[in-house]
């Protein structure tokens, strides 16, 4: 089976023809990809006929799983991982995760680190990886709000269920000079700032149309000016190659912000202000990866 990799930094025309090209049978990816994709064909200038779908690596709703699955007309497999422990939960046709509870031990707990009874939000979950020979990994905070499931599954599953919210950063859509709109993937814009500064705390906020602003946290506290210039220098750079120059970044000095909800941080957000265009599409690497 010959199987390819397509990268979410290059532009959208581009991915579109590549994969129109390539034809793939299997195509796994973000949720916020496959929806971006997803626009594309129905708009028809995507056309692609995939068996299946994969998606992982980021929060997917069940709308959004739904609208991706009509579109294609093919099912999508939900998979929950992390660098940690490649597969720790897969979905089933319910909409939960199922633990591979004969690889991995997860527990969900509050913020004082006490354990979350089923049914209730937790503010993290502690991982440690069963099948990891080489680095124990023992009680990891990987970082993850999840919600265990009180009781069986119905899908008949014995293993445990739950469901993770996980990153869930917003579609940026922005105005080209020519009036067009550009749609980005939050996953792209915070590679970018990653590879470049070398920075993990950090915040891209779209504020207008033609307007992005960055913050910085604290480990970048001892070099600020110079991880704003590279960022920044690498933000409108990445921007440019998208068609899109006539974008502003500008530093805004305040901390990153974490969502009021979750309590955790969104990488890229969008701000609410009707000016914007709509993002139209429906939570790390930097691949699509398919087979055909």
């Not at 979905?91 to 509050?110: M, Q, S, Y």
Request: with cysteine; proline share 8%.
């Amino acid at each position: 089976m010959e199987s390819r990799g397509f990268s979410v930094m290059q532009a959208l025309e581009r991915l579109v023809g590549d994969l129109n090209a390539y034809q793939p049978a299997f195509l796994a990816s973000y949720p916020t990809t496959l929806a971006l994709l997803a626009t594309e064909q129905a708009a028809g200038r995507l056309m692609i006929h995939p068996a299946a779908l994969w998606s992982g690596g980021e929060y997917l709703a069940d709308a959004t799983r739904a609208e991706i699955e009509n579109i294609f007309a093919c099912p999508v497999s939900n998979e929950y991982g992390a660098s940690e422990c490649m597969s720790i939960a897969f979905g089933c046709r319910e909409g939960w995760l199922h633990v591979n509870a004969d690889w991995v031990l997860l527990e969900p707990v509050d913020r004082d680190y006490r354990p979350t009874p089923p049914g209730q939000l937790s503010h993290t979950v502690l991982l440690t990886n069963l099948a990891n020979r080489v680095q124990p990994i023992i009680r990891y905070d990987l970082g993850d709000s999840v919600v265990a499931k009180p009781g069986r599954c119905a899908c008949g599953s014995p293993l445990p269920a739950l469901r993770v919210v996980g990153r869930c950063d917003d579609m940026v859509a922005l105005r080209a000079e020519n009036g067009s709109i550009v749609r980005l993937l939050p996953i792209a814009l915070s590679t970018v700032v990653e590879e470049a500064a070398k920075v993990h705390r950090f915040q891209i906020v779209q504020r207008a149309p033609d307007r992005l602003a960055l913050r910085l946290g604290d480990d970048c506290a001892h070099d600020r000016r110079g991880a704003w210039r590279t960022a920044a220098a690498a933000l409108k750079g990445y921007l440019a190659s998208q068609s899109l120059p006539n974008v502003r970044v500008a530093l805004d000095k305040r901390p990153p912000v974490s969502d009021a909800r979750s309590g955790k941080l969104r990488q890229v957000v969008v701000d609410d202000d009707p000016r914007l265009p709509p993002p139209r599409a429906p939570r790390r690497g930097d691949a699509h990866r398919t087979s055909r």
